[in-house]
């Protein structure tokens, strides 16, 4: 079930059953710890390897990608190398217990290290298909997770960009049901909308956008330019003054 962006779930402090994960780490951080002596420092490092590099990504810090999803399977891509390592070497340890002076039964062991590559290679193959192209990531994308505004947004977009403009107003407008209060996905609704030549709801767009962000500087100039193309000369024009008085004062900032 891994998708490109994961839902976002609502953080409930109060959760006791979601105290588990953080304690169940920290114990067997310390169980490591004490038997160090007895089975050596390798499995203490390669577990405070792995906490340590995925430390940034634990929400301690405050980073753009948690605007869409608290999680990702990029951010335990360097980390998992400490859990790998800790894994191949219980495995290969086990291994020379078992087949020490065997060369027979050090043979036997190929059939299992021959169906884990085959497995990884199969779920590998497997997973590479959504990332053909654009439109195939976000496809899968919305499908896992039919909630995620940055999905729906960004196959808006690509749609948008393909000429396909009931798609890309379908999922602008899905996106819009997620964040009904996003000032960008209006604007390109209304964007869509104008390519459509349905300048009425392109019109009504921006507006929602403007109200939403009364800054927005590319808002206003595109309602002037629908508003032009309706034959609203005068209200274009005063949206376009507003437009490019917005954007003269955000250059001089």
Not at 72 to 89: E, M, N, R
Not at 116 to 140: G, N
Request: net charge positive.
């Amino acid at each position: 079930k891994l998708t490109f962006i994961y839902p976002r779930w609502e953080i409930n402090a109060q959760a006791l059953w979601q105290y588990i994960f953080p304690v169940a780490a920290l114990l067997v951080t310390v169980v490591f710890w004490k038997m160090r002596v007895k089975i050596g420092r390798g499995p203490l490092v390669a577990i405070c390897f792995f906490g340590g590099t995925l430390l940034p990504a634990l929400g301690f810090i405050d980073f753009y990608p948690m605007r869409y999803s608290f999680v990702a399977d990029h951010f335990q891509y360097l980390a998992s190398l400490g859990l790998i390592i800790l894994g191949a070497g219980a495995f290969q340890a086990l291994q020379l217990i078992k087949t020490v002076g065997s060369k027979a039964r050090e043979f036997m062991w190929l059939a299992p290290k021959t169906a884990v590559i085959l497995l990884l290679a199969f779920l590998t193959w497997q997973q590479v298909h959504i990332y053909k192209d654009i439109e195939s990531l976000w496809i899968d994308t919305v499908e896992k997770n039919p909630n995620t505004w940055l999905g729906h947004n960004n196959l808006g977009n690509h749609y948008e960009s393909k000429e396909k403009y009931t798609e890309a107003i379908n999922h602008y407008s899905e996106a819009l049901r997620v964040k009904p209060y996003e000032a960008k996905t209006h604007f390109n609704l209304g964007n869509v909308y104008t390519k459509d030549n349905k300048l009425d709801l392109a019109i009504l767009a921006y507006k929602r956008a403007i109200l939403l962000k009364p800054d927005y500087a590319e808002a206003y100039y595109n309602l002037g330019v629908a508003l032009g193309e309706k034959g609203l000369h005068d209200q274009a024009n005063q949206a376009m003054r507003q437009g490019m008085s917005i954007g003269t004062k955000r250059q001089k900032k």
